[in-house]
């Protein structure tokens, strides 16, 4: 179960999508003046070198993040989407200028953004991830804003719902590996709404050619519409999920060929600023013919 390790996929096009949804959610909940807290169920180690062992050994910021930074550049400043911008000079600020060397977790990001009032409730389960969260954590010198819990985080979250003042956004976005991780989430998110249904919930999760994978959008939307609340569901395709075959015959496996947001209460904006900036998305970062982008929302 520790196989896992996010470094390894760090800032690839499935961060990309996760990331700039996660910036314009916060954007909206910070702009009331009430306490805000987030938790993130899933926190891997919080802040990854891309030039480092992990993420140089798979490559996969090449065609996320650094793709999207080339890619700009052949877009006017003021032609790519506000979300794509912000997001490009949040995660810049992590960086000396001109260099692209650092790509902040969700960890950092959501810090980043808080004000003192505001409350972070890290949950990392991974060992050497936990040990290296709070590490990093510890550098920020942040206090008790922020907590590092090194504990299951589909099961830790439920002690803390619902939030002393009442505003929360919570984070979930597994690795998957484990097949149960998606009956999981949905449970996890069944449950929160009874704890507290007026939060703000977003989940991430892969798009590959299992079943499971493709039951947890439609599992979430299915409980968001029963409790009566507002749902958003956006994805991004980069490339076909066909399995093909080299020269020799061998079976090349596509890697993550999509994944999907999914957001249950919302805020007005992130509709908006998604029908701009996924379409640039998945212009900016296709990876052939079957790049694409779908957005749906109800309730």
Known sequence: ???????FHAGNHADVLKHTVLLVILR?????????TVFDSHAGAGLYRLDGDYAATSGEAGNGYLKLIAASKSVATDALAPALQDYLALVASFNNAGSHKVYPGSPFIVQRLLRERDKLKLFEIHPTD?????????????GRQVAVLREDGFEGLKKFLPPPARRALVLCDPSYEIKSDYARVVAMMADSMIRFATGTYAVWYPIIPRPEAHDVARKLKTLASKAGKPWLNASLTVKSSKLTSDEAGAVIRPGLPASGMFVINPPHTLKAALQLALPQMAKLLGQDQHAAFALESGG
């Not at 179960?1 to 470094?7: D, L, N, Q």
């Not at 909206?28 to 805000?36: F, I, R, V």
């Not at 709070?134 to 942040?142: C, G, H, R, T, V």
């Open 1 to 7: 179960m520790f196989s896992y390790r996010h470094a």
């Open 28 to 36: 909206h909940l910070l702009q009331k003046e009430t306490a805000l």
């Open 130 to 142: 936990a040990k290296t969260l709070s590490a990093n954590i510890a550098q920020l010198e942040a």
